[in-house]
């Protein structure tokens, strides 16, 4: 299928946001492939034996995405980037729900890739994570807004930049401080200045 341009997808948006439903079918074919890659790269990071699969969990997202009421979407920027946000949820909801139904008491492990775009330790699983992004929305929420954009939507750093409403020098700067406080977090270890 050939790639709409940006003005159409937010042509069909803002029409969806009104509550159009013929906008929102329009849009899920237009939109489905660079869901299919978003969710594809949230499962690589997954653990090998995971149960969901791109597809179900794009249509689980879609569902989500569908469902929210008041949602103005205002352009493919910001669309992609709470499609990653949801995804996200719906991989801590299953870890969760896995880790309950098993009653492991402990946490599932993600296999994270080497050489991905933010480094942490190979050994974080999803619901660490969760629970550190968590924390960094309350220390700063602008910081972990770009680590969901950029680590779990996959946006560019002109894309992070625009959704934001900041420079990109400012996205390359905070997105190094921001991987730096992950990391640490992740790994136990107390940013500078903070007690153990």
């Given at each position: 299928m050939k790639n709409p341009s940006p003005p159409e997808l937010?042509?069909?948006?803002?029409?969806?946001?009104?509550?159009?439903p013929a906008a929102g079918e329009e849009l899920l074919p237009l939109v489905y492939d660079e869901l299919r890659r978003q969710a594809a790269r949230h499962l690589r990071r997954e653990r090998s034996d995971h149960t969901l699969r791109p597809t179900a969990?794009?249509?689980?997202?879609?569902?989500?995405?569908?469902g929210q009421q008041r949602a103005q979407w205002e352009s493919r920027g910001q669309f992609f980037a709470v499609a990653a946000q949801v995804m996200r949820r719906v991989l801590v909801d299953h870890a969760r729900e896995r880790a309950a139904a098993k009653r492991l008491g402990g946490r599932l492990r993600v296999e994270l890739e080497e050489g991905l775009a933010i480094e942490l330790p190979p050994d974080a699983d999803v619901l660490a994570v969760d629970e550190a992004l968590r924390?960094?929305?309350l220390l700063d929420p602008r910081r972990a807004r770009l680590v969901e954009l950029r680590f779990f939507g996959g946006l560019t750093g002109e894309e992070t930049a625009a959704a934001l409403g900041v420079s990109e020098a400012t996205v390359t700067r905070e997105w190094r401080l921001a991987r730096a406080w992950?990391?640490?977090?992740?790994?136990?270890?107390?940013?500078p200045g903070e007690a153990r």
């Open positions: 937010t042509r069909l948006l803002k029409a969806w946001s009104e509550g159009d969990l794009v249509h689980e997202a879609y569902l989500r995405l569908a924390e960094l929305a992950l990391f640490r977090r992740l790994r136990g270890t107390p940013a």
